[in-house]
């Protein structure tokens, strides 16, 4: 039976209840802790704004088993004042950590066009002081027509093909929704 929430004038159609989020979370978060076993230096690089209730999330269940690890952040801008998107694509903050030579994933609440991945791709891979070791992606929602990634997305919460707007757990409607612990989607 399909769920539907209605907050303020809104109506949401639920795609991911909490306690599934929580559980996929904790799965990738498993697999993580098996994956990077070894390193010393694995650095979860969180893409803010949307990417930090993810990011916090994958943290704290990585924590949970045990599994050391960095957390930083980049933030990015693509959009110009009047919120119109522009293929221009700007590091706003950079990273605070040296990541040369480290493990590093890249956290992201939503993949739409991958104009944005694949600058933050690029950046990491060709900027001095940079230049991870590794780089993998793990992205809460791919949506799949987006154009063609210069990476692979190595852990995923949900795919979707599709133009429904989505909101919950750091994905946003003109700046409101994040807080909510699910994916919904906004049908009015």
């Known amino acids: 039976m399909e769920k539907i929430i209605k907050i303020g004038e809104h109506n ?3 795609i991911l209840s909490p306690e599934v989020l929580e559980s996929k979370i904790k799965e990738i978060a498993k697999r993580i802790s098996v994956d990077y076993a070894d390193s010393d230096s694995l650095v979860l690089l969180v893409v803010t704004n949307g990417g930090m209730y ?8 990585l924590q949970d088993l045990g ?18 998107a522009t293929t221009e694509v700007k590091i706003s903050s950079k990273p605070s950590l040296k990541l040369e030579g480290k493990d590093v994933i890249v956290i992201e609440d939503l993949i739409d066009e991958g104009l944005t ?30 154009v063609k990634l210069s990476f692979e997305i190595k852990y995923f919460i949900l795919d979707q093909a599709g133009p429904e707007w ?14 909510l612990r699910g994916i919904y989607a906004k049908i009015d």
Not at 54 to 61: D, P, R
Request: charged share 25%.
């Open 166 to 179: 989505l909101v919950g757990f750091g994905m946003d409607s003109n700046f409101g929704y994040r807080g």
């Open 54 to 61: 993810f990011g916090t999330a994958l943290s704290m269940a």
């Open 67 to 84: 599994f050391s690890h960095y957390v930083d952040t980049v933030r990015i801008k693509r959009y110009s004042g009047d919120k119109q």
């Open 12 to 14: 949401f159609r639920e």
């Open 117 to 146: 991945m694949n600058f933050l791709d690029n950046y990491l891979k060709t900027t001095e002081g940079m230049k991870p070791k590794s780089i993998e992606y793990c992205v809460l929602v791919e949506k799949k027509d987006h």
